[in-house]
């Protein structure tokens, strides 16, 4: 499967965005998603994650309550919707596809397939 993600952007703190990660190649059904970023000179961190069918969602403490990962399997799509944009914030932002469907998997090594990253800045 492919990922191409989209929606980056500069915003100003206190604002939203909303990303999209489309999938290519093969259906969205047979993944679990999701959203992980990295900051300039930081590892990769996890963001989000969805199950297969949208009926379990994992997120980071850090965006609890800000952030909300969705997904419509008949467009092929995933979104993260971020809400109370923070400076902490801006990193690249990238979707990845885990092969195993359920679960609440965090680690990067856990998916196997990633987009190419969508940068987010938000100013203060």
């Known amino acids: 499967v492919q990922l191409q993600a989209s929606g980056g952007g500069l915003v100003q703190a206190g604002g939203s965005l909303r990303l999209s990660c489309e999938a290519f190649?093969?259906?969205?059904?047979?993944?679990?998603m999701g959203w992980f970023r990295q900051a300039p000179g930081k590892e990769r961190e996890f963001v989000a994650r969805?199950?297969?069918?949208?009926?379990?969602?994992y997120y980071a403490d850090s965006v609890k309550g800000r952030f909300t990962i969705s997904r419509d399997n008949a467009k092929n799509t995933v979104y993260l919707q971020m809400n109370i944009l923070l400076p902490v914030d801006t990193a690249v932002y990238y979707c990845?596809?885990?092969?195993?469907?359920?679960?609440?998997?965090?680690?990067?090594?856990?998916?196997?397939?990633w987009g190419q990253g969508t940068l987010v800045t938000v100013s203060s």
């Open positions: 969805i199950t297969w069918s949208g009926s379990n969602t």
């Open positions: 190649g093969r259906t969205l059904r047979s993944y679990a």
């Open positions: 990845a596809a885990d092969r195993d469907r359920f679960g609440g998997e965090t680690r990067p090594d856990e998916y196997e397939y």
